[in-house]
């Protein structure tokens, strides 16, 4: 009976003219559901293969690619929409790559807040040996929100982790793909008690199989004002366990890694980032306080051989006597 159903909806959809189709339904469709759409049949999948639509909705959806990759397609789509399973290992690491693109957008309640583009050069000596650190916001300028900010209460976070959205895609223009960072909606949203300012962190955790190698790439958005927030900071930054951060050639490894990665269903984006980096952080607690305990036996043992090796010299000098 279903299958009967579906197959009078199939048909009866095909009787109605291709124009009205493109014009007046897909576009008003999003990503997600266009796909959905594409596989009803052979000829919505036709209809829906169609690359300007799919360029519109890249540009709506990321309105920093317009003035990255104006003909965005379906492919591009599906790069940055997807999230990240599984980080690719890459051979081919002479590969040109002379030119990382970041386009950024923040939103809050859908309206858009921010949306820049940075071109960074990557084979420079600074950037290589340098901890990377891309920033979109000039350190001598903030960016204003229609964010009410008034007396700051618990509130204040959990509208932000609701409310503000973000996406960081970086672009390999030599490979021709993409991959977007972020976790879309915060991991992370607290008060910096020292200067009153609050952090909002989203985040994408890039596994291995060994530990010593799983790395975060974080970014930070910085607000401040009295009565309405500024954004005044908004960087990239790429962290291991232990909480240093790589240098730009490293950190070119991961970004690569990340965009040439198996992808997955991008509709658990925020629930997969978010458990991700509490496991990060998990075990990045776990590390920082095995390291204490380590450090702490050596100190004790130090101290114990000190006061032995006093002991000793003291009853050698006594003996000696």
């Given at each position: 009976m279903a299958s009967s159903s579906s197959s009078t909806v199939t048909d009866l959809i095909s009787t109605v003219h291709h124009d009205i189709i493109e014009a007046h339904i897909l576009t008003r469709l999003?990503?997600?559901?266009?796909?959905?759409?594409?596989?009803?049949?052979?000829?919505?999948?036709?209809?829906?293969?169609?690359?300007?639509?799919?360029?519109?909705?890249?540009?709506?959806?990321?309105?920093?690619v317009s003035r990255t990759i104006p003909d965005a397609s379906r492919s591009f789509f599906s790069d940055v929409y997807s999230v990240l399973d599984t980080a690719a290992s890459v051979s081919d690491l002479d590969r040109p790559f002379p030119e990382l693109i970041s386009a950024v957008d923040i939103h809050y309640r859908g309206k858009l807040v921010l949306s820049r583009v940075a071109k960074t050069e990557t084979t420079t000596t600074w950037f290589q040996s340098s901890p990377l650190r891309i920033d979109m916001v000039?350190?001598?300028?903030?960016?204003?929100?229609p964010i009410k900010r008034g007396r700051w209460t618990e509130d204040t976070c959990r509208d932000l982790e609701q409310h503000l959205t973000l996406s960081w895609i970086v672009i390999d223009p030599i490979g021709k793909r993409a991959a977007n960072l972020s976790s879309h909606r915060p991991v992370l949203v607290q008060r910096n008690w020292i200067s009153g300012e609050i952090e909002a962190k989203?985040?994408?955790?890039?596994?291995s199989t060994s530990p010593d190698e799983t790395v975060e790439c974080g970014i930070t958005v910085v607000t401040c004002g009295e009565e309405e927030m500024h954004v005044k900071d908004v960087s990239l930054k790429v962290e291991k366990m232990e909480g240093t951060h790589l240098n730009g050639k490293d950190s070119l490894v991961i970004l690569r890694s990340v965009i040439e990665g198996k992808r997955g269903n991008g509709r658990r984006r925020e629930t997969e980032s978010k458990k991700r980096h509490h496991e990060f952080m998990d075990k990045k607690r776990e590390r920082k306080e095995k390291k204490m305990k380590t450090d702490l036996v050596f100190d004790i043992l130090t101290v114990a051989f000190g006061i032995l090796g006093f002991g000793s010299f003291v009853g050698f000098c006594l003996w000696s006597r």
């Open positions: 999003d990503g997600p559901t266009l796909v959905s759409v594409s596989c009803a049949s052979a000829h919505l999948h036709e209809l829906v293969s169609n690359d300007i639509l799919w360029s519109n909705i890249c540009r709506s959806t990321w309105p920093s000039d350190t001598k300028d903030t960016v204003e929100t989203f985040a994408t955790v890039v596994e």
